[in-house]
């Protein structure tokens, strides 16, 4: 049962413009939503996160808005840049145990020049 | 800071040998994290240290699996004996506190054969 879903495995961008990844959760009682990068070899690596009391926070080209009633967050970075091309992973954690994070399985992000 | 240091970057072993990954995480931080990604099943915690202490270890697949963490700067995490389904790769990550943002290593590959 995957409580964290990003249901598109792989995104093509140009350069410039912008790239939307999506992540939908089954469980209202998350509470805490990350967004980590993740290249080849590498460990993934914090990007940004949002708390359930926020539909909105943003940190220079990327935004991340939360909306509760559809279970749905999204992370928008303006403008796609080459060095974005990674794999994003969307992770929801509860206020009470929030160091077990449910993670979605990854957007491949691939920006073309 | 080095960030956090995982070894050995690959390892290859034979069915039923022991297999012992190693992690050095960041100075400062008390919080210390092993995964495992696998295609099938995605980023899974494994285990989950606070101050040196395993706090949460459900994610523990088997009795197969233990890990330790003897003091601040070093843990480990032992397979005996290793099987074929093991093979994935596995992330040690730490965070200042418990529920702060992780820094992962690079992971260590694992292949049983």
């Known amino acids: 049962d995957q409580q964290v879903k990003q249901n598109s495995p792989s995104l093509s961008v140009q350069e410039g413009r912008i790239s939307i990844l999506n992540c939908d959760y089954t469980?209202?009682?998350?509470?805490?939503f990350l967004w980590y990068k993740k290249y080849p070899a590498e460990g993934p690596t914090f990007l940004i996160s949002i708390s359930s009391i926020k539909d909105k926070n943003e940190d220079g080209r990327f935004t991340v808005f939360l909306n509760k009633s559809a279970k749905h967050l999204s992370l928008h970075i303006v403008p796609s840049q080459p060095g974005d091309s990674a794999v994003y992973f969307c992770?929801?954690?509860?206020?009470?145990?929030?160091?077990?994070?449910?993670w979605g399985a990854g957007t491949k992000l691939i920006i073309k020049p | 800071d080095a960030g956090v240091i995982q070894s050995p970057r690959h390892e290859v072993t034979e069915m039923g040998q022991e297999v012992t990954l190693r992690c050095k995480p960041i100075?400062?931080?008390?919080?210390l994290f092993w995964y495992r990604q696998t295609m099938m099943r995605g980023l899974e915690l494994l285990i989950y240290f606070n101050n040196n202490v395993p706090i949460d270890d459900s994610g523990m697949p088997e009795d197969r699996f233990s890990a330790k963490m003897p003091n601040a700067s070093f843990s480990t995490l032992k397979i005996q004996p290793s099987e074929p389904r093991d093979s994935a790769v596995y992330f040690c990550?730490?965070?200042?506190?418990?529920?702060?943002?992780?820094?992962f290593g690079s992971g260590t590959q694992l292949s049983v054969l």
């Open positions: 992770a929801a954690s509860f206020m009470d145990s929030n160091y077990q994070l449910i």
């Open positions: 100075s400062g931080h008390n919080s």
């Open positions: 469980n209202s009682m998350f509470d805490y």
């Open positions: 990550a730490s965070s200042v506190r418990e529920n702060e943002k992780l820094f």
